[in-house]
């Protein structure tokens, strides 16, 4: 379901004041470029303007969301407004240029042509040639809304083309607010707003049964270390290794250890609201009295370390063994 201009104000502020300025205004850009990072509501926004562009019963910038025009826009279902993304990996020339002949004709119910373009960074250099000549001569009425998270990788000639309004990554507050309206608990929530900024990740995080194993085992090897020690290589060859298999997969698991340690420093330091496995609290608390804060640093310290050798390509196997010696140490 797409955003409310409400709720986009909360996410966006910057880019929703703009956007209203204009409309309010009458000054419409012939071509937007809506770049930032994923998960950070550009789909959003582009259908929230698309359809303050076409509503017949608009408060001041903001569409009423339930004329005819609004609705199909949602529903992606208005002959005026047309939606392109990428086809299998990329979007090729022969999508621009069906683009170019549909803005030939007269628009079906109105004057105005509109179309949004979705990880407009995958054109073909064919395709991105074609768009800047549509670009280069826009017909009049017609508007294009262009959505990327490469802006760096959009020809400087089409960027130039284009009013860019930038997306700021969601904060993390943010972040835990809208994933509880999304129905995730509020311990998942905070500890996925420490992993990523993108709604859209962590949402999918979420899901992933996988996801939900990793965090287990890594709060298990913590108290595997704490309570039992010597037992902490037979849990990495019975159960880690069975678990994580490749690299990405090393990573994410050296991340939630990472934000483990972190607590553990930070509930040392009476900073309790910061911590991220809010749900393993009382635990936590727990172990930050029986030791040091020196050795929680050097554990941190140590995970930091794994981090950079597995950047390295050392293997991964061979890491956690390492790193694991050295927890027991520590």
Same mark, same amino acid.
């Given at each position: 379901?797409?955003?409310?201009?409400?709720?986009?104000?909360?996410?966006?502020?910057?880019?929703?004041?703009?956007?209203?300025?204009?409309?309010? %205004?009458?000054? =419409?850009?012939?071509?937007?470029?809506?770049?930032?990072?994923?998960?950070?509501?550009?789909?959003?926004?582009?259908?929230?303007?698309?359809?303050?562009?076409?509503?017949?019963?608009?408060?001041?910038?903001?569409?009423?969301?339930?004329?005819?025009?609004?609705?199909?826009? #949602?529903?992606? &279902?208005?002959?005026?407004?047309?939606?392109?993304?990428?086809?299998?990996?990329?979007?090729?020339?022969?999508?621009?240029?069906? $683009?170019?002949? /549909?803005?030939?004709?007269?628009?079906?119910?109105?004057?105005?042509?509109?179309?949004?373009?979705?990880?407009?960074?995958?054109?073909?250099? &064919?395709?991105?040639?074609?768009?800047?000549?549509?670009?280069?001569?826009?017909?009049?009425?017609?508007?294009?809304?262009?959505?990327?998270?490469? @802006?760096?990788?959009?020809?400087?000639?089409?960027?130039?083309?284009?009013?860019?309004?930038?997306?700021?990554? $969601?904060?993390?507050? @943010? +972040?835990?607010?809208?994933?509880? /309206?999304?129905?995730?608990?509020?311990?998942?929530?905070?500890?996925?707003?420490?992993?990523?900024?993108?709604?859209?990740?962590?949402?999918?995080? &979420?899901?992933?049964?996988?996801?939900? +194993?990793?965090?287990?085992?890594? =709060?298990?090897?913590?108290?595997?270390?704490?309570?039992?020690?010597?037992?902490?290589?037979?849990?990495? *060859?019975?159960?880690?290794?069975?678990?994580? %298999? !490749? %690299? /990405?997969?090393? #990573?994410?698991?050296?991340?939630?250890?990472?934000?483990?340690?972190?607590?553990?420093?930070? $509930?040392?330091? !009476?900073?309790?609201?910061?911590?991220?496995? =809010?749900?393993?609290?009382? *635990?936590? %608390?727990?172990?930050?009295?029986?030791?040091?804060?020196?050795?929680?640093?050097?554990?941190? #310290?140590?995970?930091?370390?794994?981090?950079?050798? +597995?950047?390295?390509?050392?293997?991964?196997?061979?890491?956690?063994?390492?790193?694991?010696?050295?927890?027991?140490?520590?």
């Amino acid at each position: 379901m797409v955003k409310t201009w409400r709720e986009l104000e909360d996410i966006q502020p910057k880019v929703m004041k703009m956007i209203e300025n204009s409309l309010n %205004k009458g000054r =419409i850009s012939h071509a937007y470029l809506f770049e930032g990072g994923r998960g950070t509501g550009k789909k959003d926004v582009s259908f929230q303007m698309a359809k303050s562009l076409f509503c017949t019963n608009r408060d001041g910038a903001k569409p009423c969301s339930t004329c005819s025009n609004c609705r199909r826009i #949602e529903s992606q &279902n208005h002959p005026d407004v047309h939606f392109i993304s990428p086809e299998g990996q990329s979007i090729k020339k022969e999508q621009i240029q069906y $683009l170019q002949a /549909e803005f030939q004709r007269t628009g079906v119910e109105s004057r105005k042509k509109l179309y949004i373009i979705e990880h407009v960074n995958k054109m073909t250099p &064919n395709a991105a040639n074609s768009l800047l000549k549509f670009l280069e001569e826009p017909h009049a009425d017609t508007y294009a809304i262009l959505l990327t998270e490469q @802006v760096h990788q959009l020809l400087d000639t089409i960027v130039s083309r284009c009013q860019v309004l930038s997306f700021q990554p $969601l904060t993390p507050q @943010v +972040l835990v607010d809208t994933l509880v /309206e999304h129905s995730v608990s509020p311990s998942t929530a905070q500890l996925l707003s420490h992993l990523t900024n993108s709604l859209e990740e962590a949402l999918q995080l &979420n899901e992933d049964e996988w996801f939900g +194993l990793a965090r287990k085992l890594v =709060i298990k090897l913590n108290e595997t270390l704490v309570t039992r020690p010597e037992q902490a290589l037979f849990f990495i *060859q019975e159960e880690w290794i069975s678990h994580f %298999k !490749d %690299k /990405e997969q090393y #990573e994410k698991g050296l991340h939630l250890l990472l934000l483990l340690y972190r607590d553990l420093v930070q $509930l040392q330091a !009476d900073n309790e609201q910061t911590i991220a496995f =809010i749900g393993y609290r009382e *635990q936590l %608390k727990k172990q930050a009295l029986q030791t040091t804060q020196r050795k929680s640093v050097q554990r941190l #310290e140590a995970v930091l370390k794994a981090k950079q050798k +597995l950047s390295s390509n050392m293997n991964p196997q061979l890491l956690i063994e390492e790193l694991v010696l050295e927890l027991q140490e520590g």
